[in-house]
């Protein structure tokens, strides 16, 4: 019996032992990083874009109030409409600085409201345009929000094809029908 237990205690030490530093494995190189980079990309500082300013009390404009650029035919803000390409829902180029506008008020004016109501046109079904609808009007209420209104002042609503501008049906007249209406509070 004490043969096992003298056996079992040399095997147990043979276990631990250790091994010689020439025989060890060799420790993995260390690579200085900056936190978050990548090996072989470079990073480059996000721009953020210009908002032009927006004075909702210069002369000329409909009233002293902030609110009165809204009703102003030579402020950006007058414009409402942002319209759509076919069975698209990206906001095109040409339509930003309208939106950046509007995200500007909506930053300096912590209380105003707005409705942003996607439309289609009347091709396609009535589930896919109100889901249509639904991503246009979502994609630019998510633009002014980026760009510095609050999430709680801007909803998002779809009207599928409910409310057309136009009643024809020719490419010309559904052009008009594939758009966001923005509405600020009263307006809806």
């Not at 609050?150 to 020719?170: F, I, Y």
Request: aromatic share 6%; glycine share 8%; with cysteine.
């Amino acid at each position: 019996m004490r043969l096992i237990v003298v056996l079992s205690a040399l095997a147990l030490l043979a276990g631990c032992q250790t091994t010689p530093e020439d025989q060890q494995p060799s420790a993995a190189g260390v690579e200085e990083r900056k936190p978050g980079a990548k090996p072989g990309v470079q990073a480059k500082p996000v721009e953020r874009p210009q908002v032009g300013s927006v004075d909702a009390t210069k002369p000329g404009a409909a009233g002293k109030s902030p609110a009165g650029a809204l009703k102003d035919p030579s402020s950006p803000l007058s414009r409402r409409q942002i319209f759509f390409d076919y069975d698209k829902f990206e906001v095109k180029d040409e339509y930003r600085p309208v939106i950046e506008a509007h995200a500007k008020y909506l930053r300096d004016n912590a209380n105003a409201k707005m409705l942003v109501q996607g439309n289609a046109d009347e091709r396609g079904s009535r589930e896919y345009n109100v889901a249509l609808g639904q991503r246009r009007s979502d994609n630019v209420k998510k633009m002014l929000v980026l760009l510095g209104a609050r999430e709680a002042q801007v909803e998002a609503v779809s009207l599928g094809e409910e409310k057309p501008m136009c009643a024809d049906h020719n490419e010309q007249c559904w052009a008009k029908n594939r758009r966001g209406d923005m509405l600020y509070g009263g307006e809806y």
